[in-house]
């Protein structure tokens, strides 16, 4: 292990997985934030102008930026960016039928965890003729994002689509980057999995570029489609994906800010150092700028974990950019006193991902506030949660899990609520509203409820 104070660059052909002691240290909230490991390759504001340039061109040149974004940043040239039906229905007829079975169970379980999510309307009477109620109402269009780039995130249109469609979103619209090896369409396997849902609005358009078209939508033209602004925007991506679902936010409504992948693992002198490095690997390989975290007071273990990661990391397909995830300064160790310290360095470090890898697992993970989603035991790695638990894998990230949710049905749904009185109903409490409304300065208020016993 390397201490936090090495600055050595980081390398593609060695690891350099660093640690951070927090060991007889007291250390408040505020400076266990401050003290994790955190990307710093990129800051916010640096991200933040590219997006804010991308939304002028898209909100003032439409489909003309879009396809001159798309050959800047992808390498395509496209005419209009709608995937047509017949590249739909071609990606299911030639999907290989295991990954069509693999895609048809992670359907059923995430269906079935949805449709119990859905909150009760509730009608509450607070006297005679005195009804107020809350009633779910889905919104009426959304728009769904799906990453494309390192990898063709397939079990992504699922995580989207299925809450959407159980809290009873009736227009849905989905964009994933289109791909030069696959004719400037998205990944075939993205196509295949949002045909096998139904959704026949697709469309070409990676990044930023596509938050804002849905945000804002695009007018169309006697010889191109509309794409008709949406309600909310969801779905996971790079840093840009989530300055830009940011900054709409307000415009529309987002699940969360799901930025870069990360992963954090609390784990004790239980643990098993071969579980715990494959773990870690498994987020790292996703993107040069995945976060994995291990927290553990047990310091020969983070030993082994450290040597287990140098193996494993030289033997897997993505070995260099996992060892550029693990080497960075988003990931490393954190030492602790024990698991009292442990359990206060997860919720100030708010994980999108966190694996419990304890003795006692399931007390332990009861007593965590902050995480997108927590698995228990050596028998829930994340990349169940990734493919087929049932569970979402679109989830807050950055931090964001401290006041966030991840992706489900309620991120459709709006509370409505319906006030209903009746003239008695409204004479109980007449005089208490002239009252307030003299209180206030708003005589307005007071003369509404008078008028009406006139």
Excluded at 62 to 73: I, M, P, R
Excluded at 230 to 250: C, E, H, Q
Excluded at 379 to 391: E, K, M, N, R
Aim: aromatic letters at 4%; proline letters at 6%; hydrophobic letters at 45%.
């Amino acid at each position: 292990m390397t201490t936090s104070s090495d600055t050595s660059a980081p390398t593609t052909d060695a690891l350099n997985f660093r640690s951070i002691d927090f060991r007889g240290r007291h250390l408040s909230l505020a400076e266990l934030r401050a003290a994790v490991p955190r990307a710093q390759h990129q800051t916010m504001a640096d991200a933040e102008q590219k997006v804010l340039d991308i939304i002028a061109d898209v909100r003032s040149r439409g489909f003309a930026a879009l396809g001159e974004l798309a050959k800047k940043f992808d390498g395509v040239v496209q005419s209009h960016p709608r995937v047509p039906a017949e590249a739909l229905t071609q990606a299911l007829t030639d999907l290989d039928p295991k990954v069509r079975a693999a895609l048809e169970e992670s359907i059923k379980r995430a269906r079935q965890f949805a449709d119990q999510q859905r909150p009760a309307n509730v009608d509450v009477q607070l006297g005679d003729g005195a009804v107020v109620s809350q009633n779910w109402i889905p919104v009426g269009r959304v728009g769904l994002y799906v990453p494309g780039g390192l990898a063709p995130l397939a079990s992504s249109v699922i995580m989207n689509v299925v809450p959407a469609v159980a809290a009873g979103v009736e227009s849905i619209a989905l964009a994933s980057p289109p791909q030069k090896d696959f004719g400037g369409l998205p990944h075939p396997t993205i196509l295949a999995a949002a045909k096998l849902l139904g959704i026949d609005e697709v469309y070409a358009i990676g990044g930023a570029q596509a938050i804002v078209s849905f945000a804002y939508g695009i007018p169309g033209t006697d010889d191109e489609l509309p794409l008709e602004p949406v309600d909310v925007v969801t779905g996971p991506g790079n840093i840009f994906v989530a300055t830009a679902k940011r900054l709409v936010k307000g415009v529309v409504g987002i699940d969360s800010e799901a930025g870069t992948t990360e992963i954090a693992i609390l784990a004790d002198s239980t643990a098993q150092a071969p579980l715990v490095a494959a773990d870690l690997i498994s987020q790292a390989e996703h993107d040069p700028k995945a976060a994995s975290v291990l927290v553990t007071d047990s310091a020969e273990l983070a030993d082994a974990v450290v040597l287990e990661l140098s193996r494993q990391a030289a033997a897997t397909k993505h070995s260099a950019r996992v060892l550029e995830a693990l080497s960075g300064p988003q990931s490393g160790v954190v030492l602790v006193d024990d698991l009292e310290q442990g359990i206060a360095v997860c919720n100030a470090y708010a994980a999108e991902h966190l694996e419990i890898m304890t003795a006692n697992a399931p007390t332990v993970a009861s007593r965590i506030r902050n995480a997108g989603a927590i698995f228990v035991g050596d028998f829930s790695p994340v990349s169940l949660g990734d493919y087929c638990a049932g569970s979402n894998h679109v989830l807050p990230t950055s931090g964001t899990a401290a006041f966030s949710s991840g992706l489900n049905v309620t991120t459709f749904l709006r509370a409505v609520q319906v006030i209903n009185y009746d003239r008695a109903a409204l004479a109980q409490v007449s005089g208490h509203i002239v009252s307030l409304s003299g209180a206030e300065d708003l005589p307005g208020h007071g003369d509404a409820v008078r008028i009406r016993f006139a």
